[in-house]
Protein backbone atom coordinates (compact mmCIF):
# COMPACT_ATOMS: atom_id res chain seq x y z
CA UNK A 1 0.00 0.00 0.00
CA UNK A 2 0.93 3.63 -0.67
CA UNK A 3 -0.26 6.91 0.82
CA UNK A 4 -0.16 10.23 -0.78
CA UNK A 5 -0.68 13.20 1.16
CA UNK A 6 -0.81 16.59 -1.09
CA UNK A 7 -0.04 20.23 0.08
CA UNK A 8 0.44 23.53 -1.16
CA UNK A 9 -2.55 24.41 -2.88
CA UNK A 10 -4.47 27.72 -2.57
CA UNK A 11 -5.85 31.06 -4.13
CA UNK A 12 -3.48 32.79 -6.78
CA UNK A 13 -4.27 35.28 -9.22
CA UNK A 14 -3.59 35.07 -13.12
CA UNK A 15 -0.06 35.01 -13.62
CA UNK A 16 1.48 33.78 -10.32
CA UNK A 17 3.10 30.59 -9.29
CA UNK A 18 1.99 27.84 -6.66
CA UNK A 19 4.25 24.44 -6.37
CA UNK A 20 2.25 21.51 -5.17
CA UNK A 21 3.67 18.80 -3.07
CA UNK A 22 2.95 15.57 -2.61
CA UNK A 23 4.27 13.02 0.08
CA UNK A 24 4.44 9.69 0.08
CA UNK A 25 4.67 6.97 2.37
CA UNK A 26 4.55 3.08 2.95
CA UNK A 27 5.73 0.43 0.19
CA UNK A 28 7.03 3.66 -1.76
CA UNK A 29 10.28 1.06 -3.35
CA UNK A 30 7.48 -0.20 -5.35
CA UNK A 31 6.83 2.81 -7.33
CA UNK A 32 7.52 3.50 -10.79
CA UNK A 33 5.62 6.23 -12.12
CA UNK A 34 4.05 9.12 -10.19
CA UNK A 35 2.21 12.21 -11.59
CA UNK A 36 -1.26 14.85 -11.25
CA UNK A 37 -4.14 14.67 -12.27
CA UNK A 38 -6.46 17.26 -12.20
CA UNK A 39 -10.53 18.17 -12.18
CA UNK A 40 -12.48 20.95 -12.79
CA UNK A 41 -16.11 21.28 -11.58
CA UNK A 42 -18.17 19.33 -14.47
CA UNK A 43 -15.06 17.82 -16.71
CA UNK A 44 -13.15 14.97 -16.17
CA UNK A 45 -10.22 14.38 -14.47
CA UNK A 46 -7.22 14.67 -16.94
CA UNK A 47 -3.46 13.87 -16.86
CA UNK A 48 -1.59 17.12 -15.94
CA UNK A 49 1.87 15.41 -15.85
CA UNK A 50 3.41 12.63 -14.86
CA UNK A 51 7.44 11.39 -14.48
CA UNK A 52 8.41 7.57 -14.99
CA UNK A 53 10.89 5.51 -12.62
CA UNK A 54 13.57 6.41 -15.26
CA UNK A 55 12.70 10.27 -14.85
CA UNK A 56 11.06 10.72 -18.34
CA UNK A 57 8.51 13.13 -17.87
CA UNK A 58 5.47 13.57 -19.94
CA UNK A 59 2.64 17.20 -19.82
CA UNK A 60 -0.16 17.79 -20.85
CA UNK A 61 -0.14 20.08 -24.03
CA UNK A 62 -1.79 23.01 -21.79
CA UNK A 63 1.10 23.12 -19.62
CA UNK A 64 3.95 22.28 -21.47
CA UNK A 65 6.36 25.10 -20.57
CA UNK A 66 4.57 26.82 -17.36
CA UNK A 67 4.65 23.47 -15.14
CA UNK A 68 7.44 21.37 -14.23
CA UNK A 69 7.38 18.16 -12.77
CA UNK A 70 10.29 16.63 -10.17
CA UNK A 71 10.87 14.46 -7.34
CA UNK A 72 13.38 15.48 -4.85
CA UNK A 73 14.89 11.58 -4.36
CA UNK A 74 14.28 7.97 -6.19
CA UNK A 75 10.59 8.99 -5.70
CA UNK A 76 10.11 11.07 -2.57
CA UNK A 77 8.64 14.18 -2.66
CA UNK A 78 6.67 14.56 -5.68
CA UNK A 79 6.50 18.30 -7.00
CA UNK A 80 4.73 19.95 -10.12
CA UNK A 81 5.97 23.85 -10.27
CA UNK A 82 3.04 25.58 -11.80
CA UNK A 83 4.42 28.90 -13.52
CA UNK A 84 2.07 31.77 -15.24
CA UNK A 85 -1.11 30.22 -13.49
CA UNK A 86 -4.36 31.04 -15.74
CA UNK A 87 -8.19 31.10 -14.66
CA UNK A 88 -8.43 27.69 -16.42
CA UNK A 89 -6.22 25.69 -14.74
CA UNK A 90 -8.47 26.15 -11.39
CA UNK A 91 -9.22 22.67 -10.57
CA UNK A 92 -8.81 19.76 -7.49
CA UNK A 93 -5.50 18.37 -8.39
CA UNK A 94 -4.06 14.70 -7.52
CA UNK A 95 -1.63 12.92 -7.60
CA UNK A 96 -1.18 8.98 -7.82
CA UNK A 97 1.50 6.45 -7.70
CA UNK A 98 1.36 3.72 -9.49
CA UNK A 99 2.93 0.32 -8.16
CA UNK A 100 1.18 -2.88 -9.59
CA UNK A 101 -1.81 -0.86 -8.71
CA UNK A 102 -2.92 2.98 -8.76
CA UNK A 103 -3.06 5.44 -5.58
CA UNK A 104 -4.24 8.10 -5.04
CA UNK A 105 -4.06 11.23 -2.70
CA UNK A 106 -7.07 12.69 -1.36
CA UNK A 107 -6.53 16.38 -4.14
CA UNK A 108 -5.62 19.93 -3.26
CA UNK A 109 -7.73 22.41 -4.66
CA UNK A 110 -5.73 25.18 -7.17
CA UNK A 111 -7.88 28.52 -7.90
CA UNK A 112 -6.86 30.93 -10.34
CA UNK A 113 -8.28 34.13 -9.96
CA UNK A 114 -8.64 36.43 -13.28
Known amino acids: QVQLVESGGGLVQAGGSLRLSCAAS????????MGWYRQAPGNQRELVAKITGGGNTVYADSVKGRFTISRENAKNPLYLQMNNLKPEDTAVYYC????????WGQGTQVTVSS
Open 26 to 33: GSIFSINT
Open 96 to 103: YAITFQKF
